[in-house]
């Protein structure tokens, strides 16, 4: 049945003349499946615009299949065919984004893992060329069964094979080093200086060594219980001082002369005898025995330290001397420390019989001379002899004896 013209103006539809079809199912079928498809899709859109949602896809219109069965016809009147879920396919997940991250992370882990691996796998390939290379160049190097290379390396391998090449590297650095025309130059000059410095300065490290270290030895008759007590000795002439274990021969036969009194002092200690003090044990006078405190090691002699020690000695010490078999005993009563030229104070008057040790201070040095003096106490010093006659001929040194000249003043001259 044809709408009727008076509906259509009352609905505002202008009036089209209308072609009927070949196939057009009846009008009143086909305006019932209009009408409903249009107020659905009317309803849906509404609904999008009351809720908010802008997004909401348009349904995809299906055509419909028109069918002349009206049977077929009733079924498709009931079933509504934009009343599904439409799902926009441009639209992204969540979970694809994901993935899409996790294959290209994966992409470029397992890239780089590849390109370092084979770096170092090509290191190994070139340590083993050269390895390969050098057994081939020694003639008596047994050929080396082949092994095969795995293609690829765990951490540890790599680690070793980086730490093998620096090495090899650093090695490489070391021979470059030693075959340099600056090397052996400056071993050279560093083997001259250590042992130029050893010669001029080795008396310094071993007379602090030898500081605690007497070369004499001290037997029991030299433990003196009572000072005053008289005993029986040898004809020996020797000077004894059991607080810094000195027992050490002294040659009376030196003269003041530095040659003569160097030459004593290999053997002991030396008698300085000058006029005013050339008394000798048991005479009124001054009695003066010089001895090292420190010598050069290549200097010949036994007793180039025996008065290392003389330092230690204090006031009311006590030191013996040995002389014609009659022991003497003294008590030191002063310690003074002067210049090497100062030659006077040896010398003055006095009606004791006096001793005096002479030796080279600072230790290690010739720089001044330590004077430690000591008086008779036994035997009585009262029953001493008078002091020998001054003879003209005598003549006073100009400097008091020390140490031997050291490794600079024998090249260059110079006094010790």
């Known amino acids: ?33 209009t009408q409903a498809a249009a107020a659905n899709i009317v309803r849906s859109q509404l609904d ?29 009147q009931d079933t509504n065919p934009y009343d599904r879920i439409q799902i926009n396919p441009a639209e992204v997940q969540a979970d694809q984004w994901k993935q899409y991250h996790s294959a290209w992370q994966d992409y470029y882990q397992k890239y780089y893992e590849r390109y370092y691996v084979g770096q170092v796998y090509r290191a190994h390939q070139e340590l083993e060329a050269r390895a390969a290379q050098a057994s081939l160049n020694t003639p008596s190097a047994a050929a ?16 070793y094979d980086l730490r093998s090449k620096l090495l090899e590297k650093v090695n490489d650095s070391a021979k470059k080093v030693r075959k340099s025309r600056h090397f052996i130059p400056i ?12 010669l001029q300065y080795n008396r310094v490290l071993f007379a602090n060594v030898q500081a605690y270290i007497s070369p004499g030895s001290i037997d029991a008759a030299n433990i003196i219980v009572d000072p005053l007590t008289t005993v029986a000795v040898g004809p020996e002439p ?36 000058i006029p005013g003090a050339n008394s000798k044990p048991g005479q009124v006078g001054n009695t ?31 030191i013996y001397v040995n002389y014609n078999g009659v022991r ?15 030659v006077n104070k040896l010398i003055y008057p006095t009606d004791k019989p006096i001793l005096t040790l002479i030796t080279c201070t600072p230790l290690g040095t010739s720089l001044n001379r ?28 100009v400097a008091i004896p020390g140490n031997s000249p050291t490794l600079l003043q024998r090249v260059f001259g110079g006094d010790s």
């Open 187 to 198: 071993t050279a000059a560093l083997s001259v200086i250590i042992l130029f410095l050893f």
């Open 370 to 397: 330590l004077l430690v003096t000591a008086e008779q106490v036994s035997p009585d010093p009262s029953a001493a002899q008078a002091a020998p006659a001054e003879t003209a001929a005598s003549s006073q040194p």
């Open 238 to 273: 020797k000077l004894i001082i059991p607080k810094i274990n000195v027992d050490v021969p002294v040659d009376y036969n030196a003269t003041p002369d530095y040659d003569s009194q160097m030459k004593a002092m290999e053997s002991g200690v030396a008698y300085f005898g």
């Open 144 to 159: 080396a069964p082949s092994t095969s290379v795995p293609e690829t390396f765990n951490r540890d391998e790599a680690l």
């Open 48 to 76: 999008s615009i009351y809720s908010g949602n802008t997004n909401t896809p348009t349904p995809q219109t299906t055509p419909v299949v028109q069918n002349s069965d009206p049977a077929q016809q009733t079924d498709l």
């Open 288 to 318: 003066v025995l010089s001895g090292h405190s420190s010598n050069d090691i290549i200097d010949p002699g036994s007793y180039k330290f025996i008065f290392a020690q003389l330092e230690r000695l204090a006031k009311s010490d006590t």
């Open 328 to 342: 003497y005993t003294y008590t030191i009563t002063k310690t003074e420390v002067v210049k090497p030229t100062e």
């Open 1 to 33: 049945m044809k709408p009727d013209e008076n509906e259509d103006r009352r609905m505002g539809t202008p009036l089209i003349p209308q072609r009927s079809f070949v196939h057009t199912p009846p009008s009143s079928q086909r305006d019932a499946t």
